[in-house]
């Protein structure tokens, strides 16, 4: 399996179900060498590099409730939806541990997808990164435009992931990697329509102007990466797990029922994969 990728989208709260699907992964010990994640999908691949099986749904359904992970009011105080302080420090150093020693010693490598505000383009960080920039790279490629602030990173300043690479199969074809076991968010046949609310982006990023052009066109480039999926798929150069049905989850869900309910179909889906999975990882 040397060229074998693990490729995860992002989503926000719907990567539940991704967080599902590397539950069974991991309970069956399949471990891709090289795991690629955007904004939420990092997250949860960071979990899957350290070995952690239920990790990911303790912290994305656990705490959904509580203000400080995901409220309104965060974004009112902080500029951020999100409790970033909570999910990016209390959460990792004392609710849920992350295992750093773990995820530093695994033989996998792991790519972690952000974007650049001055230019707009996707920068890509690899695992190592001392522990206290590794949840600041996270947090950066979480960071969702006109949500929340960007991230400043040692002089350069990073968005979330997604807004330029938001499914990195290119990525990880340039990488050198042959299949690309890949899970996506959305059910087949889902196509993005431009987004909403332009008017208050282009007042947002007016000083920005290709991050800005980079968000506007996002749609495309999603659309354009959905399309390579499916040609992937139609040569055995990559296997896709995907939600069978539109799922009800949005992106800043606090429903635990919802939640919980796309994270149990996330394993399902896998765990009724597993075999032609595991075939096709042995071809």
């Not at 009800?248 to 939640?259: G, Y």
Request: charged share 25%; hydrophobic share 35%.
């Amino acid at each position: 399996m040397d060229k074998v990728s693990l490729v995860l989208e992002g989503g926000g709260m719907r990567a539940v179900y991704t967080a599902g699907v590397l539950e069974a992964l991991m309970k069956h010990e399949i471990e891709i060498p090289h795991v690629i994640g955007v904004s939420a999908g990092a997250c949860n691949g960071s979990s899957y590099v350290s070995k952690q099986i239920e990790r990911n749904k303790k912290v994305n359904i656990d705490y959904i409730d509580r203000p400080e992970y995901l409220s309104f009011k965060n974004l009112v105080k902080t500029r951020s939806i999100f409790g970033w302080d909570f999910i990016f420090n209390t959460l990792p150093n004392e609710l849920e541990p992350f295992d750093f020693d773990t995820f530093n010693r695994s033989e996998q490598t792991f790519t972690i997808v952000t974007t650049k505000l001055d230019t707009g383009e996707p920068f890509y960080f690899d695992k190592n990164l001392p522990k206290d920039d590794l949840l600041t790279v996270l947090k950066a490629s979480s960071s969702i435009p006109l949500l929340a602030p960007p991230v400043v990173y040692k002089d350069q300043t990073y968005f979330d992931g997604g807004v330029a690479d938001p499914i990195p199969v290119e990525r990880s074809l340039a990488e050198g990697h042959k299949k690309h076991l890949i899970i996506l968010t959305q059910n087949a046949g889902y196509q993005k329509t431009p987004m909403r609310f332009t008017r208050f982006a282009r007042w947002s990023f007016r000083n920005h102007p290709a991050f800005l052009k980079t968000m506007l066109t996002r749609y495309q480039r999603y659309n354009q990466s959905l399309k390579k999926v499916e040609e992937m798929e139609a040569n055995g150069e990559a296997f896709v797990i995907r939600p069978k049905m539109p799922i009800r989850v949005s992106r800043l869900e606090k429903n635990k029922d919802r939640l919980e309910a796309l994270y149990n179909e996330g394993v399902k889906d896998m765990e009724s994969d597993l075999n032609k999975v595991e075939k096709w990882l042995a071809q």
